[in-house]
C-alpha cells in the first residue's frame, strides 16, 4: 500500500455579512476535476515554489516567515500558506485581499481598476503571469495580516491525492464581486452555512468531510465579526486527519473505531 | 510485486501460486496466504480460516486435482479451513502430530498423516520436506519444496510485521532457535503465511534474531529502572518504541522473553514480580 506524502496546501474561507446574515464564498468544482469532482469547496489549492519565495515574504502584510512558522508549529516556510491563501483566493474567486501602501484594504471599484485586474486574472489562470510580481508591479501588499488561521486538515491516507492543507477565513473586500465575469469555468455563489447544510443533508449539496465541518462551526456565528473573533480565540488548532475503514467509511478522530482503522498497526505493519 | 488482494490469484513461480483469505487486520496483515504447489496433482499450504469465500476461490482454483492439503500450525487463520476443502476434494491432510492446547488452536485438527521433522512427502511432480520450527507454535511446520528453495514459512516468518510468541505454547527460545536453523539450508526466497515473498531469506533470519536479541536486551536494561517490576511496569518501557494499541500484543512477547531470561536464570519471578539476577546480566 503506497503511503502518499501530502502536499502542503492552502484553503480560504471568505466571508461577508449579508442582509440574510453571515455567508461564505463557495465555488463548485467542474466535473472534469481531477481532485473532489463537482464538489462544492472553498477556495484553495497545492502551494505554489514562489509561494515560499523571498519577494512573496517581503510583501506579507504585518506578518513575517518566523511567526507564521510559529502559528502553524512548522520550522519554516509558514509563510508560505498564507500567501498561496491569498493567490488562491485571487486566482479562484477574483477577491484580492491586499493593502495599498497606506495599509487600506484594495477595493477595485473603478471601472478602468476592474477591467485591469480581470485581465491581471486571467493572465495568471492562463500562467502568463505570475501572482507575486503583479502584486509588486501594482504596488500591493499582501493583507496577510486580515486571514486567520483556523483549521487544519490532512486527506486520509490511501486517497489518491493527498493534501496537508490549512484553513484560513477572511472578511472579503467589498464591492469586490465586479470581477467576476462569463468566462469564469467554476460556479461561484456566497452562502448562508446553515443553508448549504441544509441542501447537503437533502442531498443537493455535495461537500466533503472538511467543508462540512466548517460549515458547521460557521453556522454558529450570526456575523462575520462574531466568527472571526471566536476564530481568533482558538488556542490549538490540532491537525485532523480522517481515516477511512475497510469498508469504506469515513472516521474523524474520537469518532468509535478511529483508532484502529487504517492506521500501519490496523493493517498488520509493525514490528515489536 | 504489488499489492496482495484477498482472492485474486498471484502466481509465484511457474509451480506456485497464492490466493490470500479475506481475513486482513492487525494480526493478519493484508490476509492469510494460501499456496498451491504443482501442475497436475497439487498441493495446498494454509487453506486459512473457515471462510465460504475463501472455500470458493481456492476450489476455482484447485478444481479436483487437490490431492494434499498441508498445514504449517493450527492457529484459527490456518488451518480450519481445512475441514470443508477436504470435504469438497478429498484431499489428504497433513501436519504435525500434537496439537497443543491452550486455546488458540483448531481444536478439530487431525492430520490422515501426521509429520515430523525432516520427513519428506513426494507429490509426484514436486517434494515437500518438513522443518519443524517451534517458537510461535510448537507444532509449527516450514515447508520446503525442494529443489526450488522456496520455503512457505506460515507463521514462523511473516512480511510486513514480527510474529507473536504466546506463552505458554510460544516458546522464545525455542523461536531464535528455529530462525538459526533457516540459516542451515540452502534457500532461495520464503513465501510467509501473511504478506509478499521475501527474497532474502538468511538476511531476513539474521535481521529477526538480531531484532528479537535487541529487545531481550532492552527487557534487561528495564530493570535498571525498576528491579524487582511487574510485567505491566516493564512493559511501556521496553516497547517505548511501539504504538500502545499494540501493547497488548507486545505483553505476550514481553512475557515469552522473561520466560527465556529466566530459564537462562538471568531473571527470578516471585508472584508474579520479576527481578534481574544480582548477579548482573
Ligand atoms: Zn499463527
Redesign the pocket.
Known amino acids: 500500500m503506497s503511503e502518499l506524502t501530502p502536499l502542503p496546501a492552502a484553503t480560504v474561507t471568505l466571508i461577508r455579512d449579508s442582509e440574510a446574515g453571515l455567508e461564505v464564498l463557495m465555488l463548485q468544482r467542474n466535473f472534469q476535476s481531477g481532485f473532489m469532482p463537482g464538489m462544492h469547496v472553498f477556495p484553495g489549492g497545492a502551494l505554489d515554489e514562489a509561494d515560499y519565495s523571498a519577494q512573496a515574504c517581503a510583501l506579507c502584510s504585518g506578518l513575517d516567515d518566523a511567526t507564521a512558522s510559529g502559528i502553524l508549529r512548522v520550522r519554516g516556510g509558514g509563510l508560505g500558506y498564507w500567501v498561496a491563501a491569498v493567490r488562491e483566493s485571487f486566482e479562484e474567486a477574483g477577491i484580492l485581499l491586499a493593502c495599498d501602501p497606506d495599509g487600506g484594504l484594495v477595493v477595485l471599484d473603478e471601472p478602468e481598476e476592474i477591467d485591469r485586474f480581470r485581465a491581471h486574472r486571467h493572465a495568471l489562470n492562463a500562467g502568463e503571469k505570475e501572482f507575486i510580481a503583479l502584486c509588486a508591479a501594482e504596488n500591493l501588499r499582501l493583507a496577510t495580516d486580515r486571514l486567520v488561521y483556523f483549521s487544519h486538515w490532512i486527506t486520509p491516507q490511501g486517497a489518491p491525492r493527498r493534501y496537508d492543507t490549512r484553513f484560513f477565513a477572511a472578511r472579503a473586500p467589498q464591492a469586490q464581486d465586479a470581477l467576476h465575469d462569463n468566462l469564469e469555468t467554476i460556479a461561484h455563489q456566497w452562502v448562508a452555512p446553515g443553508a448549504a447544510l441544509a441542501a447537503h443533508a437533502e442531498g443537493r449539496f455535495n461537500m466533503r468531510t472538511p467543508t462540512l465541518k466548517t460549515l458547521e462551526m460557521f453556522a454558529r456565528h450570526e456575523t462575520a465579526d462574531a466568527l472571526l473573533e471566536a476564530l481568533r480565540a482558538r488556542q490549538e488548532v490540532p491537525a485532523i486527519l480522517p481515516r477511512i475503514t475497510r469498508d469504506g467509511r469515513r472516521l474523524l478522530p474520537g469518532d468509535p473505531g478511529y483508532e484502529e482503522a487504517d492506521s500501519a498497526e490496523g493493517r498488520g505493519k509493525w514490528e515489536i | 510485486m504489488g499489492d496482495i488482494v484477498p482472492g485474486v490469484i498471484a502466481r509465484i513461480n511457474d509451480l506456485v501460486i497464492r490466493i490470500t483469505a479475506p481475513n486482513p487486520g492487525m494480526m493478519t496483515g493484508p490476509g492469510t496466504n494460501s499456496y498451491v504447489v504443482g501442475k497436475e496433482e497439487l498441493a495446498l499450504i494454509d487453506p486459512g480460516p473457515e471462510s465460504e469465500t475463501h472455500l470458493s476461490a481456492l476450489l476455482g482454483a484447485v478444481g479436483k486435482r487437490l490431492r494434499w492439503i498441508f498445514c504449517t500450525?493450527t492457529?484459527l487463520?490456518?488451518s480450519p479451513g481445512a475441514r470443508a476443502l477436504k470435504a469438497a476434494t478429498g484431499a489428504q491432510l497433513l501436519g504435525f502430530a500434537r496439537t497443543p492446547a491452550d486455546g488458540r488452536q483448531d481444536p478439530d485438527f487431525v492430520p490422515d498423516q501426521a509429520l515430523r521433522d525432516g520427513d519428506i512427502v513426494d507429490c509426484g511432480g514436486f517434494r515437500l520436506r518438513a522443518v519443524h520450527t517451534p517458537g510461535?507454535?510448537s507444532n509449527h511446520l516450514c515447508y520446503l519444496l525442494e529443489g526450488q528453495a522456496l520455503l512457505f514459512t506460515?507463521?514462523h516468518v511473516m512480511q510486513g510485521s514480527t510474529?507473536v510468541i504466546s506463552p505458554p505454547d510460544g516458546d522464545m527460545a525455542a523461536y531464535l532457535h528455529s530462525l538459526e536453523r533457516l540459516l542451515s539450508f540452502e534457500l532461495a526466497a520464503l513465501a510467509p503465511?501473511h504478506g509478499l515473498v521475501i527474497e532474502t531469506p538468511h538476511e531476513e533470519a539474521r535481521r529477526l534474531i538480531a531484532h528479537r536479541l535487541k529487545r531481550e536486551r532492552k527487557v534487561l536494561d528495564a530493570f535498571d529502572r525498576r528491579n524487582p517490576a511487574h510485567l505491566d511496569e516493564l512493559l511501556p518501557i521496553v516497547y517505548n518504541d511501539a504504538h500502545p494499541r499494540l501493547h497488548p500484543v507486545a505483553r505476550r512477547s514481553l512475557h515469552a522473553h522473561l520466560i527465556k531470561l529466566q530459564r537462562e536464570g538471568r531473571v527470578v519471578e516471585t508472584e508474579g514480580a520479576w527481578m534481574r539476577d544480582a548477579g548482573g546480566c
Open positions: 500450525h492457529h487463520d490456518h510461535h507454535a506460515g507463521d510474529v503465511g
